[in-house]
T-cell receptor
Framework: GAVVSQHPSWVICKSGTSVKIECRSLDFQATTMFWYRQFPKQSLMLMATSNEGSKATYEQGVEKDKFLINHASLTLSTLTVTSAHPEDSSFYIC???????????FGPGTRLTVT | DQQVKQNSPSLSVQEGRISILNCDYTNSMFDYFLWYKKYPAEGPTFLISISSIKDKNEDGRFTVFLNKSAKHLSLHIVPSQPGDSAVYFCAAAGGSWGKLQFGAGTQVVVTP
C-alpha cells in the first residue's frame, strides 16, 4: 500500500516554456501533498504544502507565481513550473500524506532539465 | 537553522554487521520521528517511524531508538545487506500535523 506515482519521470524543455508534473496517490486518499526539490548531494528542500481543495502554502524563498501548485482532488496534485529557466533544472519529488498521520509517502521523482 | 542533524555524512559497514545511523534534533516540540531510505534518482522510501511516547520500535532488520532527554535517535540495521547501500534521511514532525524536517542524510555503503 501507500503508493505514490509521478509523471513524467524526466522531462527536457526549452527556456521560457512551462512544464507540468503530476503526483498521484494510487491506493489512499492524500489529504495533504508536498513538493520538494533536491539539488545534487543535498537534502530535500520543501517547496510547498498543499491541502486538497485549498491554496498551497509556499516555503520562504519559493516563488508562488513560478511554481504553481494545484491539489484538486484527494489523489492528484500538480506542479507547474512556469517560464522555466536553466536554474530551475533539478529533481522534483512529491509526497502524499493521509488524514491523521505523519508518514509521507514519496513519488519516484521527476528530473527536469531546462535547456 | 537546522533542527534535525545527521552529523555523519557517510558510513561504511561490512555485510552482515550492524549499521548504526544517528540523528539529533533541537526542537522539543517534535513528537514523531521517521527514517527514509533513498537511492539515487528515486524518491525516498519510508522505513520506520517512532512516536515520542515510545523509546524503541522494531520492524524486521530495522530498529529505531529514541532518547528524548538527549534529543537523539538512532537507526540500527542488522544484519546489513548490500541492498542497504543508500542515503538514509532522518525526519521529525510535531505540532499540528505539519511538515517534516529532514536531516542532511547519511550515505551508507555496505561492503562484501
Amino acid at each position: 500500500g501507500a503508493v505514490v506515482s509521478q509523471h513524467p519521470s524526466w522531462v527536457i524543455c526549452k527556456s521560457g516554456t512551462s512544464v507540468k508534473i503530476e503526483c498521484r496517490s494510487l491506493d489512499f486518499q492524500a489529504t495533504t501533498m508536498f513538493w520538494y526539490r533536491q539539488f545534487p548531494k543535498q537534502s530535500l528542500m520543501l517547496m510547498a504544502t498543499s491541502n486538497e481543495g485549498s491554496k498551497a502554502t509556499y516555503e520562504q524563498g519559493v516563488e508562488k507565481d513560478k511554481f504553481l501548485i494545484n491539489h484538486a482532488s484527494l489523489t492528484l496534485s500538480t506542479l507547474t513550473v512556469t517560464s522555466a529557466h536553466p536554474e530551475d533544472s533539478s529533481f522534483y519529488i512529491c509526497s502524499a500524506r493521509g488524514r491523521g498521520t505523519y508518514e509521507q509517502y514519496f513519488g519516484p521523482g521527476t528530473r527536469l532539465t531546462v535547456t | 537553522d537546522q533542527q534535525v542533524k545527521q552529523n555523519s555524512p557517510s558510513l561504511s559497514v561490512q555485510e552482515g554487521r550492524i549499521s548504526i545511523l544517528n540523528c539529533d534534533y533541537t526542537n522539543s516540540m517534535f513528537d514523531y520521528f521517521l527514517w527514509y531510505k533513498k537511492y539515487p534518482a528515486e524518491g525516498p522510501t519510508f522505513l520506520i517511524s517512532i512516536s515520542s511516547i515510545k523509546d524503541k520500535n522494531e520492524d524486521g532488520r530495522f530498529t529505531v531508538f529514541l532518547n528524548k532527554s538527549a534529543k537523539h535517535l538512532s537507526l540500527h540495521i542488522v544484519p546489513s545487506q548490500p541492498g542497504d547501500s543508500a542515503v538514509y534521511f532522518c525526519a521529525a514532525a510535531g505540532g499540528s500535523w505539519g511538515k517534516l524536517q529532514f536531516g542532511a542524510g547519511t550515505q551508507v555503503v555496505v561492503t562484501p
